[in-house]
């Protein structure tokens, strides 16, 4: 059981992306992590929620933090985050920027996870240590 | 010159794909981007100075970047396009 655990739920439309990005920044800041971390961290739930961004902005993305001893783990959950493009596959100029933003958040937190649960419905786990 | 402020995320960024290419489009061949007053910006941003960049070059244009923004750095560098566009740390540079 995570000893904090904090939760945001918005419509999967591009204009909340940046209300789910300030909510994981100020998870992230509250932990203690320094502000290169809570920035990474910025980035990597603005990647995540983008990749789930609808057009018709139908559904919602979910994003939680969870703060378990040293480590603060982050899951952002959505109806359309696809899995990442596999080699035999031709990339829209969406899927393309999907699969951009996959490789960014990797970079980030290189044991990142990014799960799908058939062609669409998907999740993205990442964690970050916290010193002290 | 472009000057662009705030966040740029995929809300934000069709907006500066679009001003791009109303200035490219106006004839400009040499377009500077002023991205100091940018605190975060992600992937789909990026997406928008690519788009830029490749249409200036079907002109045979240049882009050029004015960025010390730690955030900002870190994506362009993450991506590689801090070796795509020309980086400059001041407007003065970037014009010179």
């Known amino acids: ?132 | 010159m472009l000057e662009v402020n705030g966040e740029v995320d995929i809300y934000t960024a069709p907006k500066l794909r679009e001003k791009l290419v109303e200035l490219i489009d106006a004839g400009n061949d040499r377009v500077v981007v002023d991205l100091e007053g940018v605190g975060f910006m992600d992937s789909t941003g990026l997406g928008s100075l690519v788009a830029g960049l490749k249409r200036i070059r079907e002109k045979d244009g240049e882009l050029a970047i004015v960025c010390t923004s730690g955030p900002v750095l870190k994506v362009l560098g993450i991506t590689g396009l801090d070796r795509v566009f020309p980086v400059h740390d001041s407007v003065g540079s970037a014009l010179g």
């Open chain 1, 1 to 132: 059981m995570a000893e904090e655990r904090f939760s945001l739920r918005v419509p999967a439309a591009a204009a909340y992306v940046g209300t789910a990005r300030i909510f994981g920044g100020a998870i992230a800041r509250q932990a203690g992590l320094s502000e290169d971390d809570v920035d990474d961290v910025k980035l990597a739930i603005s990647e995540a929620c983008a990749a789930g961004v609808r057009e018709d902005g139908d559904g919602t993305i979910g994003v939680v933090g969870e703060r378990d001893g040293a480590i603060l783990a982050f899951e952002i959950v959505g109806e359309d985050i696809p899995p990442p493009l596999s080699d035999d596959l031709v990339a829209t100029p969406e899927s393309f920027r999907r699969s951009v933003g996959y490789d960014v958040i990797r970079s980030l937190f290189p044991d990142a996870a990014i799960l799908s649960e058939g062609d669409r419905s998907g999740r993205i786990r990442f964690a970050v240590p916290i010193d002290g």
